[in-house]
Antibody, heavy 121, light 107 residues
Framework: QVQLQESGPGLVKPSETLSLTCTVS????????WSWIRQPAGKGLEWIGR???????SYNPSLKSRVTMSVDTSKNQFSLKLSSVTAADTAMYYC???????????????WGLGTLVTVSS | DIQMTQSPSSLSASVGDRVTITCRAS??????LNWYHQKPGKAPKLLIYAASSLQSGVPSRFSGSGSGTDFSLTISSLQPEDFATYYC?????????FGQGTKVEIK
């Protein structure tokens, strides 16, 4: 079955850019949306945005000015860049697959294991 | 943004209990509501999609209902592996938003 695995630096300095990659294995990459979701320690879930396998994107307006997502279909990977990070961006970052249902009704399944990113000097 | 409010924030229950968690949206979201649970140190897992459809592989003791603004997740007979935090999530509009979570603890 499809599996997702996040990778990237676990420590980022304030004002720098957070960069993460999600590698998809065991299933099709094309024809799905792919999302990033984050969760500060002990807190709830925040949707960061999503990218279609063709490259079209949709971002959370609260982060839009700092977020860039991209895909590399040759490697079955999609990536997240979050610029000008602060301590408030410290969180567990998850990637997830989003099915195309023909309506706006969609969901996140499956999820990657997550990767902890700490913003600190 | 559509605000999702869950209640209660936490509950204590015993194995075998029937448990219901509610989720209210700040505006009508039709049936565009999903439920997840998350165990400590793990990623969330999809339980219910489109308000009442059981995800493949999820035990039938889980059920969802509701439409419009009010939704519920019911566990008919709580099992030891069900102690976790439960989240609702709307997919009616962007940005996708989640409830604050309901922690189900052992009594």
């Amino acid at each position: 079955q499809v599996q997702l695995q996040e990778s990237g630096p676990g420590l980022v300095k304030p004002s720098e850019t957070l960069s993460l990659t999600c590698t998809v294995s065991g299933g099709s990459f094309s024809g799905y949306y792919w999302s990033w979701i984050r969760q500060p320690a002990g807190k709830g879930l925040e949707w960061i945005g999503r990218i279609y396998s063709s490259g079209s994107t949709s971002y959370n307006p609260s982060l839009k000015s700092r977020v860039t997502m991209s895909v590399d279909t040759s490697k079955n990977q999609f990536s997240l860049k979050l610029s000008s990070v602060t301590a408030a961006d410290t969180a567990m970052y998850y990637c997830a697959r989003v099915p195309i249902t023909g309506t706006t009704n969609d969901w996140f399944d499956p999820w990657g294991l997550g990767t902890l990113v700490t913003v600190s000097s | 943004d559509i605000q999702m409010t869950q209640s209660p924030s936490s509950l204590s229950a015993s194995v075998g209990d029937r448990v219901t968690i509610t989720c209210r949206a700040s505006q009508s979201i039709s049936s565009y509501l999903n439920w997840y649970h998350q165990k400590p140190g793990k990623a969330p897992k999809l339980l219910i999609y489109a308000a009442s459809s059981l995800q493949s592989g999820v035990p039938s003791r889980f059920s969802g209902s509701g439409s419009g603004t009010d939704f519920s997740l019911t566990i008919s007979s709580l099992q030891p592996e069900d102690f976790a935090t439960y989240y609702c999530q709307q997919s009616y509009s962007t940005p996708r938003t989640f409830g604050q979570g309901t922690k189900v603890e052992i009594k």
